[in-house]
Every structure is written in C-alpha cells, then in structure tokens.
C-alpha cells in the first residue's frame, strides 16, 4: 500500500472513535501464568517479528518463534499500527498467554489508541504497550516509567496493574521478555 492512497485524516478518527472501546481495567495479578511478548524488526523490505512465551514471575521461556514477512506499509509516526499489525498477529497467530507486552504504545498516543491498544483490541486480550520514549502529544496520565520502558496500557488491564507486571519482570530496565523478542526479531539466538 503507497502513502500516496491513504487518508491520514479518516484513519486519525478512526483511532480515536476505537480509542474509546478501550476498557481500562485493574488484572488479578496473582492469576496471571503465562506472559507473551512481541517486537517487529525492519531490514530490506522484510518485517522479521519475534513472539517469546514466558512463565510469569520467573520468566523462563516457554516458547519462541520468529516470522519474516513483506513490509506493506512505510514508517509514519503516530501510524505505526498500519505498519505493525500484520507482522505482529502473524507473530502470535495460534498462540496462548495471559498477558502481551507489545514493543509500542498503548493509550500513550496523540490520538489514544497506538499499536499495543489495536492489538488487544483485536485479540480481545490484555495487553500493555512498552516504549523506550514517549510520543509527543500523548494524553496526561497515560503512561508510568517503570526502569528505562514508558509502560501505556493496550486493552483491557489498567495502567497500575500493567505497571506492577513490567515491575515484576524488569531485567537491567527494561521487560525480560520484549529484551528477548528484540534479539530474536534481530536475528540473534534466544
């Protein structure tokens, strides 16, 4: 798809009547098992995205995978859902787990609604966005930094349960299982 044919306009309304579907809601840590993670990488034209399943608290790897597909869509701030999406539910297509960190962010969006948030919209499950910076423009109140990672919630966890989570799985600043799908998606082993 050409940046050419897209109406940036619509798609901006778009993000922000799904926005408010978001449910922002506090998660029962002590039920959550199972932490999935996901990072998209870039080289040549190819989109290599990495899916690493942990246990949760300990973080031992339960599963990891790695998909490589065409880029459809260039880099466009604040638009990086369009470019992610695909590569990223190919990445867990099939998967299980009871939470996704997901490399973007959530409600920490000018518009309220980035890549983490359309993924857990989508998947209807709970999801956080993790960010090593945050976007200009984003609402007040919808992020913490917890260590070196700007924590938004995605769908349906709030941003003190989504916070506590990061916290819990934190390695040297940043979420163990993101720092592994990084790697993988990068091409390095796990």
């Known amino acids: 798809m050409s940046r050419a044919n897209v109406n940036f306009k619509k798609i901006a309304e778009v993000q922000r009547k799904l926005s408010k579907r978001i449910v922002e809601k506090p998660l029962d840590i002590s039920r959550i098992k199972t932490i999935g993670a996901v990072d998209v990488s870039y080289k040549k034209g190819k989109a290599k995205a990495a ?7 300990s973080c031992e790897i339960l599963k990891a995978k790695v998909i490589e597909t065409n880029v459809d869509f260039p880099y466009i701030p604040t638009f990086f859902f369009l470019r992610e999406t695909r590569p990223v539910l190919l990445a867990i297509r099939g998967e299980t ?7 973007g962010h959530g409600k920490a969006h000018p518009r309220g609604y980035g890549l983490a948030s359309h993924i857990g919209l989508l998947l209807k499950k709970p999801t956080i966005g993790i960010a ?4 200009r423009g984003y609402p007040e109140g919808s992020l913490v930094k917890v260590g070196k990672a700007y924590v938004s919630v995605g ?3 709030d941003l003190n349960s ?5 916290e819990m799985v934190n ?9 592994i799908a990084d790697k993988l998606s990068k091409g390095a082993e796990k």
Not at 51 to 57: D, G, N
Not at 97 to 103: A, P, T
Not at 132 to 135: E, F, G, M, R, S
Request: net charge positive; hydrophobic share 50%; with cysteine.
């Open 51 to 57: 899916f690493v399943l942990c246990s949760f608290p």
């Open 97 to 103: 787990f009871d939470v996704l960190l997901v490399e």
């Open 132 to 135: 090593k910076k945050p976007l």
């Open 155 to 157: 769908n349906l966890i």
């Open 162 to 166: 989504a916070a506590k989570i990061v």
């Open 171 to 179: 390695e040297n600043g940043y979420p163990k299982p993101l720092k």
